[in-house]
Every structure is written in structure tokens, then in C-alpha cells.
């Protein structure tokens, strides 16, 4: 019968290195300080013993997880995983760590949104970074009421007492009217992400205010969902075969406006931007390559990202009770090969 190594505990390494358990203790404790001699010989200390500091026994006994819950509603979009990463490298510095929860945008029954909110509830987080459209409101008003800090992230809101970081997207909605009309565009076309969408609905708003000022209206208006196939048949739909078709189209993402521009160019045998002008939301990395040369308007994701882990970091630190921010991030026109401003 063989018998199971003894794991080392905590005093055993304070007792190995001739320290107090409490001095030992802060060397595991995130954020706390520690001489550098000391954190040294205590990590020594611990890799030669085996002591690993269990992540479970500092939550009971902390009451704090030191986990962040970031819920999202797809990752296709390129824009979700630069995001997560930023956010995650973010909150590791300050010693917290990333639960990942995503949810379908097209889930509509409230028990199964119910039961992902009890879900993400359960692991016990300290905190809530939202970026699902969803279930924003729902989830966001759950937090406020049991008292969880929260932070609504590229979604902005009514609801008191929570905070949100978004783009200043309406001002993004009239950069990309200006940069249709300045190409001599007549006929204006949009393509909404979802009807209840805050983003889109202020993206949309700015665009249709800057056209009308020049004396234009709408020509043509679908919805994608944000994806990229539905995106697609909204194109084919807008477009058809229609004598009079958008010599210019507003897509509400990057991601969309990828199917879009494939319809047009490989289905419909259009010339972009000749015969249409097309301008996106977002600038992820693909928009810049070769095979779409995107113009779009670009979301800054270091800053929205920065601004989003240190609001929800104050509001932890308070215990919740500090001041609700809503902060905007300015957005700026990239011009590429889509628009007749870019070439």
C-alpha cells in the first residue's frame, strides 16, 4: 500500500524560510506587498517543498473569489476576442482572473436567460464585465438589486446605478454619413445589427441625422443580427433586383459588412466602390487586409478596455458603492479601399 505524500502547507514554508505565516501568506496574496528578497526566498522556498496556495481556502476564507464573469454573446467578431484578451492581461495584473460566459443572441426564453444569470451568480464572482446585448438590462438590474458590481461594456443604458462604457457611436454614425456624402453618394442604404441594440440604434440615429442635414433620407434599411451570413441575405435582399439599388451602405459592424461586401462582390458582381460605397463599425484586424480594405470607423479597444477593468475595479474596491460612470470613448474615421474618400 502506498502511502499519499503529505502536501505542504503554507507554515510549512513560513517555517522553512524563518518567517511568519502572515509574511508568507501576502506573497500569495495578489496585490499585497512583499519585499523582493523576501518574495524570492519564500517562492524558493515553496517550489522545493511543493506548496501550491489554494485558490478555494482564500476565497472562504477572504470572501472574495478574485474572479471576474465576462459575458459575451459570440466571438465570431473579431472585435469580442482582441476585447477579452485586453480585459483578461488587464485584471491579471491587479490579480483577478476571467470567467468566460457566452450566451446566444437569439436565446429569447426568459428561463434560459435565468438560468444563465443563476449560472454565472453561482460561481460567487466579484464582478461583472457585460457585453451582451441581450442580456444587458436583465442581468445588469439582477446585479444592482443582489448588490454585484457591474459594468455594461460597448453598451450604454437608462438603468441607475450602473456603469457603462461605450463608443461614442452616434458621432461614429455621422463620420461614416460625411464619408458616403463626401464620395457624392445619392442613394444611402443601412444595415442594423438588432432592433434593440443600443449601439446600432445610436449608430444608426447619427447617420441618418448627417444625411438629412445634406438633404438626403434613407434609401434602404435591414437588420444582420451581427452576423455574418444573416448580414449577407440582408445585402441580397436590399439589393435584389431592383431597378434602383444603395449606391452607399452604412454597416452597423465590421463583421457584417465582410458578408456584405462578398455579395456584392462575388454574388451581385458589383464594383465597390464604384457602383457602391460601403463603410463598417469596429476596424478589426481583418478590415485592414488585403481582400477587403475596409474604410470603416474604428472603436479605440485599449481605451474602452482600460476604462471598463478600472471602473469595475473601483466599484469592487468600494464595495459597490462608489459613484456609477458612463463613459465615452471617441471613435475615429479609417479610410480604405471601400469609399471613394479612401482611394
Known sequence: MTLRKRRATLEDVALAVGMSVSAVSRTFT???????????????AAAQLGYRPNAIARTLSTKRSRIVALVVSYLQNQFYPTILERISRLLQIHGFHVLLFVNEENVSHEKETDDLILDIMGYQVDGIILASSLLSSRLAKYCRDSDTPVVMFNRVSTLKGVSTVASQNYEGGQLAAQTLLAGKAKRFGFIAGLEASSTSLEREQGFIDTIKQAGKSLFAREVGHYD???????????????????????????????????????????????????????????AGMGGYSLSTVEQDSALMSQAAVTTLLQQIKSGNNAEPEHIRVPVRLILRKTTKSGL
Open 30 to 44: 495578489p496585490g499585497a506587498s512583499v519585499g523582493k528578497q523576501s518574495r524570492a526566498k519564500i517562492l524558493a
Open 228 to 286: 455574418y451570413e444573416k448580414a449577407a441575405s440582408a445585402t441580397r435582399e436590399m439589393f435584389g433586383l431592383k431597378k434602383h439599388r444603395p449606391d452607399a451602405v452604412f454597416v452597423a459592424n465590421d463583421h457584417m459588412a465582410f458578408g456584405v461586401l462578398d455579395v456584392l462582390r462575388n454574388e451581385l458582381k458589383l464594383s465597390v466602390p464604384d457602383d457602391v460605397q460601403v463603410i463598417g463599425f469596429d476596424n478589426v484586424p481583418q
